[in-house]
């Protein structure tokens, strides 16, 4: 193995890769294969290191030197006085302040505790060996070679863990069930199908450190008797398919997926699964739908999957997030796991602030963290020196909350996180048209099997192409009202039965502004057209 | 490659036939299939779905309701370069509107339409997970984000038609 006297990091996250990251790691292998360093110096890319609004960054170690906001002309300076003469160039030190631009980034705030994220940005997430040198896989020998399944199974039950993609489901309970489960064949499904507006935490753990998911299935297929993996990626994460493919197929060249698994006779291997669009695939039993090549249609529970999964056979679908926390769980204990979080929420959650925040990204807490924990102390705050007026929780899906909610903790015993996104939205912002849009997502979004779905959604979408338009009457919100009840009842699947969850909770919230556009026919935040012609629903 | 839009085409059909073998037989296999068919033939013609329902043994309509159902697969021919706009409640919130209304200015046609020239599709999709740097398109592959309306000229400019092109030929 080669030994580099210098690693350069480079961020290649969203964010940095929007400052040019791609040109400035580019111009960095030029010079220092131009320097004849190329044997000596190393660049590597990694995920995003977590400086809101640093543009381009990079670190140099041994020194751990981070320069922000580097452009393709700094490159030559950076190679010749820190590489060549091991002088540190001042003007580009990262000081820790955040430039005042917004940035999707996760910048590190003491409140933050990483546990799933701890490798990104610090890791090169193409390498196995970084992963395994951060503790990686040592989770899978330690279940393989010390535990039998049933320990596993039990130890995530102790754990306490629960799914991390919205409904927050047991995790052990439904490994167990599979587990028990008969199957000529058992099903391991990575769902990674993050659709629901406002979340991109998958998407940072697939490509900023896919090893953790793959170590999770395997462990999963461990315990529950399975050697079959999927990991179902939204058809627009190309990079997030392209970084996991090729995980696996590192893996798979160890010895640490395919056949006999570290010399232990066990067997699994996975296969990523591209999604081709449609937001209802993140719904399971539509997922599974998807796999087998049809249309991603729900289907009635139960059965439930891992009685009844893909195939007709025992399968446990888990989110991204969730198997990203099973090797930790194995590795460090279902103790240590129990001392994070609280009673009902163990451990850490990440959530995904976004909209009118000055610092959008992506923060691990401990669950138990308040609202204003997250967008005040982490996300910087409301934006341009705003008001908030309230955050749509988890996504189009969830609840929307007022500026009352802020000290209420996100965990099951007070305010449901969901998925981890939070919509905030200023004062300026109206919530009709905000919810207008909303209708007009579901609409897009559902797949038109069940009626109360296919014309609620169709229905709700028309109230509010009306209400912005100025052509709505008072009466309308209880005839909407009464819709929702409906679709929340007699809806297949969650996208029918969520629909309406946000208008309810908005309307409860803000009464006075839908009052305005029904009554009074104007929009308070000067948003709507009002102009009186609605827009027909195709 | 790209589909020569002939019926009966020997060629195309045999592409097909190459493409189903690839990715295995096995109607499970269809939605691996139809995203094969579209990165070699840039969209999926009815020709091509009644090939690959008689290669797996299946009905056309089992095929084509596949197809139809995902917004990732295009069933007639699109410009040579996708704009995709995020019209989700993030980027909304944001200002899609008006980089909506921006691109539509800048390439003469709105959302759901191609230009005449070809060389763009413009279509608003749901949340592509960019929401950190919200209001975002994608362009083919390419990410931009945290975007102004004035922005979007010089990043179309990227893409612009060719001479030949604009002539229409």
């Not at chain 1, 240590?336 to 959650?349: H, L, N, V």
């Not at chain 1, 909350?401 to 099951?412: K, N, P």
């Not at chain 1, 200023?426 to 007009?440: F, G, R, S, T, Y």
Request: aromatic letters at 6%.
């Amino acid at each position: 193995m080669a030994l580099f006297r210098a690693h350069i990091l480079v961020d290649t996250g969203t964010s940095a890769t929007l400052k040019g990251a791609a040109a400035v790691r580019g111009a960095l292998v030029a010079e220092i294969n131009k320097r004849g360093l190329s044997n000596e110096v190393k660049v590597v890319e990694t995920g995003d290191l977590g400086l809101a609004g640093a543009g381009a960054a990079l670190v140099i170690y041994p020194e751990g030197v981070t320069y922000a906001n580097v452009t393709v002309a700094d490159v030559p300076e950076i190679v010749e006085e820190h590489l060549l003469k091991g002088r540190q160039v001042a003007r580009l030190i990262y000081t820790g302040e955040s430039a005042p631009v917004v940035e999707a980034a996760t910048a590190p705030r003491s409140a933050e505790m990483r546990v799933i994220l701890k490798n990104i940005g610090v890791i090169d997430p193409t390498s196995i060996d970084e992963y395994i040198a951060m503790g990686g896989y040592e989770a899978l020998a330690k279940a393989l070679t010390t535990m039998k399944p049933d320990q596993v199974i039990a130890e995530m039950k102790a754990s306490g863990l629960k799914g991390r993609g919205g409904a927050g489901f047991p995790t052990g309970l439904k490994w167990d069930f599979a587990s028990k489960a008969d199957g000529e064949d058992k099903y391991i499904v990575c769902n990674a199908d993050e659709g629901e507006p406002g979340n991109f935490k998958d998407r940072l753990i697939m490509e900023g450190d896919p090893h953790q998911i793959i170590e999770g299935m395997v462990i999963a297929g461990y315990a529950v008797g399975a050697h079959k993996g999927y990991i179902y990626i939204r058809g627009e994460y190309q990079q997030s398919v392209a970084h996991t493919e090729r995980a696996i197929a590192v893996a798979r060249e160890m010895g640490l997926l395919g056949t006999d698994i570290m010399g232990t006779g066990f067997n699994f291997d996975i296969t990523v699964f591209k999604g081709a669009g449609a937001y209802v695939c993140g719904e399971e039993t539509a997922l599974l739908e998807s796999i087998e090549g049809r249309r991603g249609e729900s289907q009635m529970k139960p059965p439930f999957p891992p009685t009844h999964g893909l195939l007709g056979q025992p399968t446990v679908i888990n989110n991204v997030e969730t198997l990203a926390n099973v090797p930790h769980i194995i590795a460090k204990g279902a103790e240590w796991f129990t001392g994070i979080g609280t009673a009902q929420s163990r451990g850490t959650k990440i959530f995904s602030p976004c909209g009118d925040v000055q610092y959008p990204g992506v923060y691990e807490v401990p669950f138990g963290a308040t609202l204003r924990d997250i967008i005040y102390t982490m996300a910087g705050g409301i934006k341009n020196g705003k008001k908030l007026k309230g955050v749509l929780m988890g996504g189009p899906s969830g609840v929307f909350v007022g500026e009352d909610a802020l000290d209420r903790r996100l965990c099951g015993e007070d305010l449901n996180p969901g998925a981890g996104a939070l919509i905030v939205v200023d004062e300026d912002k109206c919530i009709v048209d905000l919810m207008q849009n909303v209708a007009q997502f579901f609409y897009h979004e559902s797949c038109g099997q069940c009626v109360p779905c296919r014309e609620g959604t169709k229905r709700m979408l028309e109230f509010f192409n009306w209400w912005t338009a100025g052509a709505g009457s008072e009466s309308d919100l209880k005839l909407l009202d009464s819709l929702v009840s409906t679709m929340q009842t007699a809806s297949r699947c969650g996208l029918g039965q969520f629909a309406g969850v946000a208008f309810k909770s908005s309307l409860a919230l803000f009464a006075d502004e839908y009052k305005a556009h029904l009554k009074d026919k104007t929009c308070p935040a000067g948003v709507c057209s009002m102009d009186k012609i609605a827009q027909e629903v195709a | 490659m790209g589909s020569c839009d002939s019926k009966g085409c020997v060629a195309c059909e045999a592409a097909v036939v190459e493409i189903v073998e690839k990715c295995g037989r096995c109607e499970t296999n269809l939605i691996p299939i139809l995203h094969e068919l579209q990165a070699s033939m840039g969209y999926i013609s009815n020709e091509a779905m009644e090939t690959v329902a008689a290669e797996l043994g299946v009905p056309v309509g089992r095929v084509h309701g596949t197809a139809t159902f995902y917004s990732l697969f295009y069933l007639k021919p699109h410009g040579k370069n996708i704009i995709r706009l995020c019209d989700s409640p993030p980027c909304h919130i944001e200002g899609s509107k008006a980089i909506r209304d921006a691109v539509a200015k800048a390439i003469g046609v709105g959302p759901g339409e191609i230009t005449a020239d070809g060389n763009f599709t413009f279509e608003t999709v749901s949340c592509m997970g960019l929401c950190g740097v919200a209001p975002a398109i994608m362009i083919n592959e390419d990410v931009y984000g945290n975007l102004t309306p004035e922005a979007i000229p010089s990043i179309l400019a990227k893409y612009a038609a060719c001479s030949c092109c604009k002539e229409g030929k």
